[in-house]
């Protein structure tokens, strides 16, 4: 218990899946939690079962993310865990296709502001308020970030621009002497709602789809937004304090091996 004790943490996305389950761990190891999230309600929900803060955020928007971040500095006076975790493959919004020849424009780009937009913005504004102190930023990527999803072109697109930006962010930091590590997640095959468009419209459907996304993993099952919960644990901890500039990925062993290709209309984040 206590491994981050006393230190403050916002996470983004932080009221389904892998940010509640993070926001659940640090809240336990003894951090105070800001959730951030559109969605208001699960989100309020969230904190106050931890403890915590809630602020709407639409992490593709500059206004709103000088305005959290305005709040977390006047009430807190710092920032020590800056998860950006919130984002979206591009199926659930009824965008059309994602495949790099029928993907339209604008669903590119709209993919890619909340995706890689909401990252730069996390990233531009969390140094803003941890430079003085020292911190740790955690980006989530994904295993989608080093492969080729062609069903999914703007989601791996946004994930491979993360996975970069994060190593440019670490050297900055470090160039600058502002104790403020940056690193990178690469989940694959984590189960989580992302993942419903994917896996069919009934639970036979879903089940038969689990089986056989678990038959191509060397682990042989899918991973559990805690997998990812306890890197970012990790990584926000003082047991990571000589970590910058990685990619750490969590996906039960298929960047392993060459046999994992994706499937149509896969991903894996999760």
Request: hydrophobic share 35%.
């Amino acid at each position: 218990m206590g491994r981050v004790q006393n230190k403050i943490a916002l996470i983004t996305g932080g009221s389904r899946g892998i940010g509640l389950a993070t926001a659940r761990l640090l809240a336990s190891e003894g951090a105070t939690v800001i959730i951030t999230d559109i969605l208001v309600d699960e989100g309020k929900s969230v904190a106050d079962s931890i403890r915590g803060k809630f602020y709407a955020l639409n992490v593709g928007n500059e206004h709103e993310w000088q305005g959290v971040i305005r709040a977390v500095g006047k009430e807190f006076g710092k920032l020590d865990i800056l998860f950006n975790n919130a984002g979206i493959i591009g199926f659930s919004q009824k965008l059309g296709p994602q495949d790099p020849e029928n993907i339209s424009l604008k669903a590119w780009q709209y993919v890619h502001k909340i995706n890689l937009d909401g990252a730069f913005l996390g990233c531009k504004y969390g140094i803003s308020l941890m430079k003085d102190q020292g911190g740790s930023i955690i980006n989530m990527s994904s295993r989608s970030g080093i492969v080729g999803i062609p069903g999914a072109s703007a989601y791996a697109s946004s994930k491979a621009a993360i996975r970069n930006h994060t190593k440019s962010v670490a050297l900055y930091c470090a160039e600058n002497g502002y104790n403020i590590r940056c690193n990178s997640l690469h989940p694959g095959a984590i189960l989580t709602p992302l993942w419903d468009p994917m896996l069919g419209n009934t639970e036979s459907e879903r089940q038969e789809m689990i089986t056989t996304i678990s038959s191509t993993i060397p682990l042989g099952h899918m991973g559990e937004p805690m997998d990812v919960a306890y890197a970012v644990l990790y990584l926000g901890s003082e047991e990571s304090k000589y970590i910058t500039g990685i990619e750490l990925t969590i996906d039960g062993g298929i960047l392993a091996g060459s046999s994992a290709s994706p499937k149509k209309h896969s991903s894996c984040k999760g």
